[in-house]
């Protein structure tokens, strides 16, 4: 399932909020409005990069691995060494600062990549690109957290989402449009550089990064709330190297797998979901191109619009999937998420074997809504079973799952195209086999997660019901 987690739904009510000094509607507003375009942004040119991928390919003579690693752990590379500190940075300094900044340096960055002379620089550029785009999700997030009070937090959620659907239903499309529009620019010299036609579009998406950077210096920093909040506990005299690991997770990878049976079927489900559903995304378009002879302008001007109109389907239908389910079952979080990957699995494996592009692009869009559909009952599934103390990380570590191996896709079904397939023309059979590899072992640990996540929620239940008592009494 391409679609991330989303961020979980704040509780209606704790003691911070009571006297927080909230921002007024307008700032507050101005704000996520802020966020919500940086966030479109953030995904369009993601999207027209993938758009790309057919072109860097030819232009600078790789093979499908090297562009596979191009595609994702480049980019994640930076991201996963530098996230937690520039997550930090969010928590000390005014967050709209740093949201500038990531802003600017992600612009910045992705013009140096359309100025790029060869595939190293390319490499270099996508790294530093995902290390300027590092501490988007958290500052946003916890601007939004202290801008609105608890019970708006979850539309706030919810609008954020748009960005996400805009970005990558009209990088699809517009970058379709730019690429056909681009074909026959040739090679520009430029400053004494060699500039390939795709490149000037890397050079136009990054210009676009700016006006969002002086946006957010408009923001109206709100107070960060003083609510209650558990405290990391660090042993009795403990050694310095066991205050590191506390504070870098330990903890909270020891509560993960005192609990395995519980979130290991989860975590797996995650991991192999993303590595081929991220990977399917980055390579879409290169299969349409090889395997149906389509080019960027006609797959973006069918893709865009089926992918429109099933996430804002997907947005709806996972909500009402859980209210339907929560009526009849305590596991209706994982039962929705099954469900879900279990249409995705059966869409994935097909899309491949589709007769036209057409075709091909319905089952990829269909697939999409699932995967939007289900990833908030994942997310919430999490939330519910993690204990408070170990909230945070645990999360923490569950989108990591979501963004390192989704990051690996690309590189796998490179991988198999140019080592086992071993031909250009049939990169539809790297995708089908890794599909019917992964998929069906996704789904197959998110179904067998249902029977301890139930029994969680009914212990869990338990407690509560008893605690509830104590207090009445």
Same mark, same amino acid.
């Given at each position: 399932?391409?679609?991330?987690?989303?961020? !979980?739904?704040?509780?209606?009510?704790?003691?911070?909020?009571?006297?927080?000094?909230?921002?007024?509607?307008?700032?507050?507003?101005?704000?996520? +409005? $802020?966020?919500?375009?940086?966030?479109?942004?953030?995904?369009?040119?993601?999207?027209?990069?993938?758009?790309?991928?057919?072109?860097?390919?030819?232009? =600078?003579?790789?093979?499908?691995?090297?562009?596979?690693?191009? !595609?994702? @752990?480049?980019?994640?590379?930076?991201?996963?060494?530098?996230? $937690?500190?520039?997550?930090?940075?969010?928590? &000390?300094?005014?967050?709209?600062?740093?949201?500038?900044?990531?802003?600017?340096?992600?612009?910045?960055?992705?013009?140096?990549?359309?100025?790029?002379?060869?595939?190293?620089?390319?490499?270099?550029?996508?790294?530093?690109?995902?290390?300027?785009?590092?501490?988007?999700?958290?500052?946003?997030?916890?601007?939004?957290?202290?801008?609105?009070? @608890? %019970?708006?937090?979850?539309?706030? =959620?919810?609008?954020?989402? =748009?960005?996400?659907?805009?970005?990558? +239903?009209?990088?699809?499309?517009?970058?379709? %449009?730019?690429?056909?529009?681009?074909?026959?620019?040739?090679?520009?010299?430029?400053?004494?550089?060699?500039?390939?036609?795709?490149?000037?579009?890397?050079?136009? &998406?990054?210009?676009?990064?700016? @006006?969002?950077? &002086?946006?957010?210096?408009?923001?109206? *920093?709100?107070?960060?709330?003083?609510?209650?909040?558990?405290?990391?506990?660090?042993?009795? #005299?403990?050694?310095?190297?066991? +205050? $590191?690991?506390? /504070?870098?997770?330990?903890?909270?990878? #020891?509560?993960?797998?005192?609990?395995?049976?519980?979130?290991?079927?989860?975590?797996?489900? &995650?991991?192999?979901?993303?590595?081929?559903?991220?990977?399917?995304?980055?390579?879409?378009?290169?299969?349409?191109?090889?395997?149906?002879?389509?080019?960027?302008?006609?797959?973006?001007?069918?893709?865009?619009?089926?992918?429109?109109?099933?996430?804002?389907?997907?947005?709806?239908?996972?909500?009402?999937?859980?209210?339907?389910?929560?009526?009849?079952?305590?596991?209706?979080?994982?039962?929705?998420?099954?469900?879900?990957?279990?249409?995705?699995?059966?869409?994935?494996?097909?899309?491949?074997?589709?007769?036209?592009?057409?075709?091909?692009?319905?089952?990829?869009?269909?697939?999409?809504?699932?995967?939007?559909?289900?990833?908030?009952?994942?997310?919430?599934?999490?939330?519910?079973?993690?204990?408070?103390?170990?909230?945070?990380?645990? +999360?923490?570590?569950?989108?990591?799952?979501?963004? /390192?191996?989704?990051?690996?896709?690309?590189?796998?079904? !490179?991988?198999?195209?140019?080592?086992? $397939? !071993?031909? *250009?023309?049939?990169?539809?059979?790297?995708?089908?086999?890794?599909?019917?590899?992964?998929?069906?072992?996704?789904?197959?640990?998110?179904?067998?997660?249902?029977?301890?996540?139930?029994?969680?929620?009914?212990?869990?239940?338990?407690?509560?019901?008893?605690?509830?008592?104590?207090?009445?009494?």
């Amino acid at each position: 399932m391409a679609i991330a987690p989303s961020a !979980g739904q704040a509780p209606a009510t704790d003691a911070g909020a009571q006297a927080h000094q909230w921002p007024s509607s307008p700032a507050a507003y101005y704000g996520l +409005t $802020v966020i919500i375009i940086a966030t479109f942004l953030s995904f369009f040119d993601a999207t027209v990069f993938g758009m790309l991928a057919e072109r860097i390919k030819i232009d =600078f003579g790789l093979g499908d691995e090297a562009l596979g690693f191009l !595609g994702g @752990p480049a980019s994640v590379i930076f991201y996963v060494f530098v996230g $937690v500190p520039l997550a930090r940075l969010v928590d &000390l300094y005014p967050r709209r600062y740093i949201l500038a900044i990531s802003a600017a340096v992600t612009g910045g960055v992705t013009m140096l990549s359309g100025l790029a002379q060869n595939f190293y620089q390319f490499i270099a550029s996508r790294m530093l690109l995902g290390a300027g785009g590092a501490a988007h999700a958290p500052g946003s997030y916890s601007l939004i957290a202290d801008m609105f009070p @608890p %019970k708006k937090i979850p539309i706030s =959620f919810a609008l954020l989402q =748009f960005g996400f659907i805009g970005g990558t +239903t009209l990088g699809v499309y517009f970058g379709g %449009k730019m690429i056909v529009a681009t074909a026959d620019w040739g090679i520009s010299d430029f400053m004494g550089l060699r500039i390939h036609s795709w490149q000037w579009i890397l050079i136009w &998406l990054g210009c676009l990064s700016f @006006p969002a950077a &002086l946006l957010f210096l408009f923001i109206k *920093e709100p107070a960060r709330r003083k609510g209650v909040a558990d405290k990391v506990h660090i042993p009795e #005299k403990a050694s310095f190297g066991r +205050t $590191v690991a506390t /504070f870098m997770g330990f903890d909270a990878i #020891k509560a993960i797998h005192s609990q395995g049976r519980v979130y290991y079927p989860l975590f797996i489900a &995650l991991a192999l979901s993303a590595l081929e559903s991220q990977g399917f995304g980055f390579w879409r378009v290169p299969f349409l191109v090889r395997t149906y002879g389509m080019d960027e302008g006609q797959i973006g001007s069918i893709l865009a619009p089926m992918l429109l109109v099933a996430q804002l389907i997907g947005l709806v239908l996972g909500g009402v999937m859980v209210s339907f389910f929560a009526k009849k079952y305590k596991d209706a979080n994982v039962r929705t998420a099954a469900i879900c990957f279990t249409a995705v699995t059966i869409l994935t494996i097909s899309a491949p074997l589709m007769p036209s592009g057409e075709l091909s692009m319905a089952c990829m869009a269909i697939a999409t809504m699932f995967g939007l559909a289900g990833a908030p009952a994942q997310n919430a599934a999490v939330q519910r079973v993690a204990a408070q103390s170990m909230r945070g990380q645990i +999360t923490a570590f569950y989108l990591f799952m979501f963004t /390192f191996f989704g990051a690996m896709g690309s590189l796998v079904i !490179g991988t198999v195209a140019q080592r086992i $397939v !071993g031909n *250009e023309a049939d990169l539809w059979k790297a995708i089908f086999y890794t599909a019917i590899v992964l998929l069906p072992l996704a789904t197959i640990s998110m179904w067998r997660a249902c029977k301890p996540y139930r029994e969680e929620i009914e212990r869990l239940e338990a407690i509560e019901a008893e605690a509830a008592k104590a207090t009445a009494a």
